[in-house]
């Protein structure tokens, strides 16, 4: 999409070149190739756009029957100042309002905050629980206090028998969210009381095994890196899962741009793409980033979506930007190389100087 965006205003400034060439009665050959770049430049982008339409983007191994789950409440709140109890209970309760079978319940991002590690705790044996009622895998996202200055966030994944079986740590942590650079200096300068902790970041490629199969998760903030949800895919998984959270945000311009987000990296990756938000927006879209379903913000709300689990890689799966670079790269080059190759040599005044005043040799 970058590529064919930056092709389309090129070819845009191009044609305003070619009008105002022409418009000055320049020289027909001048005019000409003025042009022809823009109507290269958009059919370059046109064929691409085909291309991405034809692109081999995986195939289909089975299905997976997923619950979305959002517990709702307020929105607009801090995380510092919202009660982890209320959220938490919440998550619980709208957990009920599954009645159908499902092969797995994802909840949102960080609406299970310990001061300990989980593993061990009576949450942990209640969320089990839920997995246990439910027959079904649970992911659920959990934070956990390492001492007094860091923090962990992490998606932790039961099975259908209540025992954690793993968990992905989120790696790309939000810049003065999650994390303050250069923190000690910064903090001569501003109050950092509402960003009490560091997060710790995590190294695995965001592909987790459940009891309902692979799946790649990308949590919250890493939705806008496209790094991340190719690396979970090409580790093997089939449906890729947004844990998130936007509930410090009142309107619905985050959760909008999380929407739109999930719709490129389901362009991108192949796969269908669940999201789960403790006050919304949750959404399924298909691997072909169709929008399936939403939730509304602040509803205690529950979407029940069958997606495809799905293996293979797309074109971006195997190359990643590496394509766009190098064309990139070589337009450039060729740009200079024109330029050099078409500049009009200086014009030299009868008494042998050029129009910067230096002489020039004479024979």
Known sequence: MTGVVALLGVALEGLIRALVAARAKQAVTGGWRTATFPVVAAAVAAALVVAGRVAPSGHQVGTMRVAAVQGGGRRGLRAIHSSAEVVFQAQLA???????????????????????PIAGTAIATEVGQVAVSHHAALLAGVTEDVGATKFRNAEVVWDPEGQITGRYDKVHRVPFGEY?????????????????????????????STAAGPVGIVISYELFFSARARSAIRAGGQVLFVPTNTSSYRTSQVPAAEVATDRLRAWETGRAVVMAAPTGWSAVLDSRGRLLQRSRLGAQQVLVATVPRRVGLTPYGTWGDLPVVLAAALALAAGWILALATAPPPHRSPSGASEDGHPTARS
């Not at 709208?94 to 300990?116: F, G, H, Y």
């Open 94 to 116: 709208a957990s009920r309002l599954v009645t159908q079978p499902v092969d797995l319940l994802l909840w949102p991002e960080d609406v299970i905050a310990l001061d300990n």
């Open 180 to 208: 303050v650079p250069l923190r000690g200096f910064i903090k001569h300068f501003v109050s950092l009381s509402v960003i009490p902790r560091d997060a710790i970041a995590g190294t695995g490629t965001g592909e987790v």
